[in-house]
């Protein structure tokens, strides 16, 4: 530890005499003692290294999941030359709540595990002196604190990274709810033109008038817009406002995702006190009377994943290469859209989808889990206080993200008990006004009057799962587009329920409540009927996919929610992956041979089903003989029945791509389990 805190003393003061008056940032991400509050005795406590989750370890060692109390501590070595300056510390996201010390001082506290937050530390820091950050952190659900109620499980930790920010003492504030500072507003959008306005917080330490230079620089990095305003007596509660203008645009759009990079000065403009660039893109966004959601007017057929914030052996200490790998996968199955589930993502995420073209939907966490007791709304104002902080910070830390176009007020809330309705509204009302440029969206499985706040609804669906059949959902349909005041609304459609790669079974029944029984052939036939009526009824702006990847919940059987697209592992593609990869995917074709891991079979007669998205039917050939096939939907195929033997091989063709599977009709445990092998396919 000694040699550490001798390098990091080196490093940083090696820099402290560099830009003297510019804004330096530092990463704190290393070196962090870490210790549970039940631990007495330094023989538990340990270094690590941001981002870091107590439940990671929980689970590697002894499969408990822990919502307890920790401490993170760390030195820093504050520079004798920093005098005279403005020093932050800002945590991007610690779950759930924190209270921050510096040599001993309370800082600040902040509720709520998924934004992040930052305090001027600098009248509690010694220079020329090592100094003592601590951070104690509960993951402990709470009742002031939203979700009081969530599917998702609460990891506890710093989860994601940390920073100290060194400015001047007057600087574009990194307090105006932990943003940058800097608001980007279009006000007119067109292909001619974008009017708009750059709203610049400021927080001046000296009392003077405030010189602030704009440029706008465009995606090939010319200067296309600058102007210089003086600001007599800056307000840190009220924004310094400067119009702009921008001719001929290269709009923002998901074909086109141009980004423009928009620089604000603070003082001399050689010598600037302080500097603060961000990245935004212009396009005005839209829904049409034809319930399409509209780009710069052009309509978007929305393919949207819902996507949850962890995964097997990382819990939610998610890495910038974790967030590739996903998006990777999302745009190999073809989405263009992405929900951020009940709360945000790293802002890694959002750069990433707005140089993407990724449409996204970030939640507020107001929302319940399907647990009957939980209580997901507290009538009180300490409950109150925390959703309005939160959709504050929400919206103002994404605020320049062009490819968010929609905040979710709240998830599939229950109208039972206290009313819950005038805060949904106050929340709708509060995001509306902070960002007029966005749409406001909800997630619904309940009838009433909260279906009828926010500009979009989306319902989530499950007929057919625990009562019914799949195909009963064209009733739904049938009965929403008669309802004249239902129909009115802007309805989009949420769906998905649970299937396991390692469970494959002859038959499946329908789903009971609460099964550990989730055979993966079950949640197959649900996507295929969903996805072929809900697209043919016309009636939704957006069908979202409920969920991309399982996702870690402790309230549900083996710990996981299992309604995903892909493992928890991010790894094993489940069928219905291939079946909206082969439906979306525009870019490369798909071939699949559905039910590969139902290796097993008892019925020596079998149909097989395939996904393709070519433009010829596939040419099954299986027990060595050529099968007729033909087209039940868009992109899936059903062969006619045919005969086997003990065991045989079945291949699908279309020119040179192909897929295989071999099957084998008796009883074995050990087959089952065992993935097919497979030749050249068409898939990447």
């Given at each position: ?325 996903d998006l990777d996968m999302v745009e190999d199955l073809g989405a263009n859209a992405l929900r951020s589930l009940t709360a945000p993502h790293d802002d890694y995420l959002y750069s990433r989808c707005d140089r993407s073209g990724m449409l996204v939907w970030i939640d507020l966490p107001l929302t ?5 007791s939980d209580v997901s709304y507290f009538s009180t104002e300490a409950f109150r206080d925390n959703g309005r902080s939160q959709a504050m910070e929400i919206v103002c830390q994404n605020y320049n993200h062009p490819s968010v176009v929609m905040w979710g007020i709240f998830s599939q809330l229950w109208q039972k008990g206290d009313d819950p309705l005038p805060f949904v509204r106050e929340l709708n009302a509060l995001v509306k006004s902070t960002d007029p440029t ?247």
């Amino acid at each position: 530890m000694k040699r550490y805190i001798i390098a990091l003393t080196l490093f940083v003061s090696a820099l402290a005499g560099v830009g003297a008056n510019a804004r330096e940032v530092y990463s704190l991400n290393d070196g962090w003692l870490f210790f549970f509050k039940q631990e007495f005795d330094s023989d538990g406590a340990r270094y690590v290294t941001l981002p870091h989750t107590w439940n990671l370890d929980a689970t590697a060692s002894s499969g408990v999941y822990l919502q307890t109390t920790a401490d993170y501590s760390r030195d820093i070595y504050i520079p004798d030359e920093w005098r005279g300056r403005r020093i932050f510390v800002k945590f991007d996201g610690v779950q759930s709540v924190a209270d921050i010390f510096v040599n001993g001082r309370h800082v600040g506290e902040h509720r709520g595990g998924w934004t992040a937050f930052t305090f001027e530390i600098t009248d509690k820091v010694s220079f020329g002196a090592n100094n003592t950050l601590l951070a104690v952190v509960s993951n402990a659900y709470r009742n002031d604190v939203l979700p009081a109620s969530s599917d998702l499980n609460l990891y506890g930790g710093i989860y994601r990274g940390v920073e100290l920010i060194v400015t001047g003492r007057d600087a574009i504030s990194p307090l105006h709810y932990s943003s940058d500072g800097v608001f980007v507003t279009p006000t007119n959008v067109s292909a001619e033109r974008v009017d708009g306005t750059v709203s610049v917080w400021l927080s001046a330490k000296s009392g003077t008038a405030q010189t602030v230079d704009l440029e706008i620089l465009s995606p090939e990095g010319e200067t296309v817009y600058s102007k210089s305003v003086r600001a007599a007596r800056p307000d840190p509660a009220v924004p310094v406002d400067i119009p702009f203008t921008v001719e001929r645009p290269a709009l923002w759009s998901p074909s086109s995702p141009s980004l423009y990079s928009v620089r604000v000065r603070l003082g001399d403009i050689l010598a600037p006190s302080d500097e603060v660039t961000v990245v935004t893109g212009f396009r005005k966004i839209s829904i049409g009377d034809d319930n399409r959601l509209r780009i710069n007017g052009e309509a978007i057929d929305v393919h949207g994943v819902n996507m949850a914030h962890d995964r097997a052996g990382i819990a939610s200490a998610m890495r910038e290469r974790h967030y590739d790998e996903d998006l990777d996968m999302v745009e190999d199955l073809g989405a263009n859209a992405l929900r951020s589930l009940t709360a945000p993502h790293d802002d890694y995420l959002y750069s990433r989808c707005d140089r993407s073209g990724m449409l996204v939907w970030i939640d507020l966490p107001l929302t319940r889990t399907q647990v009957l007791s939980d209580v997901s709304y507290f009538s009180t104002e300490a409950f109150r206080d925390n959703g309005r902080s939160q959709a504050m910070e929400i919206v103002c830390q994404n605020y320049n993200h062009p490819s968010v176009v929609m905040w979710g007020i709240f998830s599939q809330l229950w109208q039972k008990g206290d009313d819950p309705l005038p805060f949904v509204r106050e929340l709708n009302a509060l995001v509306k006004s902070t960002d007029p440029t966005r749409l406001t969206v909800a997630c619904s499985d309940a009838d009433g009057e909260l279906n009828f706040v926010t500009d979009l609804i989306v319902f989530r669906q499950n007929i057919g799962w625990y009562r019914g059949v799949p195909d009963d959902v064209s009733v739904w349909c049938q009965q929403l587009s008669s309802n004249e005041r239902w129909k009115s609304l802007h309805s989009g459609v949420c769906y998905g329920e649970g299937g396991s790669i390692d469970q494959q079974d002859d038959t499946y029944p329908r789903a009971e409540p609460n099964t550990r029984w989730l055979p993966e052939r079950r949640q197959t036939v649900f996507h295929e009927r969903y996805v072929d009526i809900l697209t043919r009824s016309g009636l939704f702006w957006g069908i979202w996919i409920d969920n991309m990847f399982d996702y870690g919940s402790s309230r549900r059987a083996y710990g996981r929610n299992k309604s995903g697209l892909v493992t928890f592992d991010h790894r094993d593609r489940k069928d219905a992956f291939w079946l909206y990869r082969s439906l979306w995917n525009r870019r490369s074709n798909t071939l699949h041979i559905a039910e590969r891991r139902w290796a097993v079979r008892q019925d020596s007669i079998q149909q097989f089903k395939i996904y393709s998205s070519y433009d010829m039917a596939p040419t099954l050939i299986a027990g060595g003989d050529t099968v007729p096939v033909r087209m039940v939907a868009p992109c899936q195929y059903l062969s006619d029945s045919v005969a086997f033997g003990s065991r045989g091989d079945v291949a699908a063709y279309v020119g040179p791509h192909g897929d295989s599977i071999r099957i084998t009709i008796g009883n074995s445990l050990k087959s089952r389990r065992t993935p097919a092998p497979r030749i050249t396919t068409g898939r990447r």
